[in-house]
């Protein structure tokens, strides 16, 4: 059994954050949660990411630190300043506890990344030694990349995290609601690679990563992506409905602004660090995954 560890972690209110904290308690670690105000319990520590600023009294003598905060891709419409926002929310929070990470030197530092520093991938598979993307969101990537390298000889770890399954939140946690009253259906042309993970399996690699000898990035995404079309039929079978309502590019492109280009767009990434590292994922294959998740909200 793995030594038990005192971790802190940002991002701790997020759907990621919160089930990883929750998973390492059960697991007996001591985790503290890093909070953009006056502390006022024992299980938190201050930070300010527009000041550069954080406790580091408080952080030393900490075995790790997993680094989540950011603000949601898909949250709003892509302004010109909710751009601006997506970028200084990851650079400057990630700058400020990598260079806090390299004074304190913890074990291990785990930094959020995303699948989207690949670009557009098409139909070629993907792994970590391929090259990174043009775009917007392949730009952000980089430099969020970049500033987790503050934390110097650290081991450090990027997660570049694909489309996480969980019925509580996130694409799926939207997608429900409209399968389950028979307006679902694919989105575009429905040929586009969605590279998925369950919140489930989430979590146990980030906790896998806090011990397995890996460092740089790593592609949290199940071993088996799929198409869109593929992804939605699979839902209605899970679900019990149909699924012939498809969503015409344009009107994704109204609703959701530059956000719709990562839903229509293609990315299919490959686990092969974790495979290779000797992790295993619970859900592997996306049906076996939907009917699971849908049936916890029964």
């Known amino acids: 059994m793995p030594a038990l560890q005192r971790i ?93 990470v390299a004074t304190v030197k913890p074990k291990v530092f785990i930094s959020a990344s995303a699948m989207g520093w690949y670009g557009e991938t098409g139909n ?71 590279s998925w993970i369950t919140l489930h399996d989430v979590v146990r690699a980030i906790a896998f990563a806090l011990e397995a000898p890996v460092a740089g990035p790593i592609n949290l995404t199940a071993p088996n992506p799929v198409t869109n079309q593929e992804f939605t039929a699979a839902l209605a079978r899970a679900m019990h409905r149909p699924a012939i309502f498809p969503v015409p590019s344009i009107a994704l492109r109204i609703a959701f602004g530059g956000f719709a280009s990562e839903m229509l767009g293609s990315k299919k990434v490959m686990p092969e660090i974790l495979t290779n590292a000797g992790f295993t994922f619970d859900y592997p294959h996306i049906g076996a995954a939907l009917e699971v998740l849908v049936d916890s909200q029964a």
């Not at 709003?76 to 751009?83: A, F, L, M, Q």
């Not at 990027?158 to 489309?163: C, D, F, I, Q, V």
């Open 124 to 194: 070629r598979a993907v792994t970590e030694s391929d090259r990174g993307g043009d775009d917007f969101l392949a730009a952000v990537c980089h430099e969020w990349e970049n500033a987790a390298d503050l934390a110097g000889d650290v081991r450090t770890v990027k997660l570049r995290t694909g489309l996480v399954l969980d019925p509580t939140g996130g694409a799926l946690g939207k997608m429900i609601p409209l399968f389950r009253f028979g307006i679902g259906g694919r989105l575009g042309s429905g040929k586009q690679w969605w």
């Open 8 to 100: 802190v972690v940002s991002g701790s209110s997020g759907l990621i954050g919160g089930a990883l904290v929750a998973y390492l308690k059960s697991e007996g670690h001591t985790v503290q949660r890093l909070v953009r105000r006056a502390t006022v319990t024992p299980d938190e520590i201050t930070w300010n990411p527009k000041n550069g600023t954080v406790d580091l009294e408080a952080l030393a003598g900490v075995d790790a630190v997993i680094h989540l905060a950011g603000a949601g891709v898909g949250d709003k419409r892509w302004t010109k300043r909710y751009r601006s926002e997506i970028l200084n929310s990851r650079l400057l929070g990630t700058t400020t506890i990598a260079q806090a």
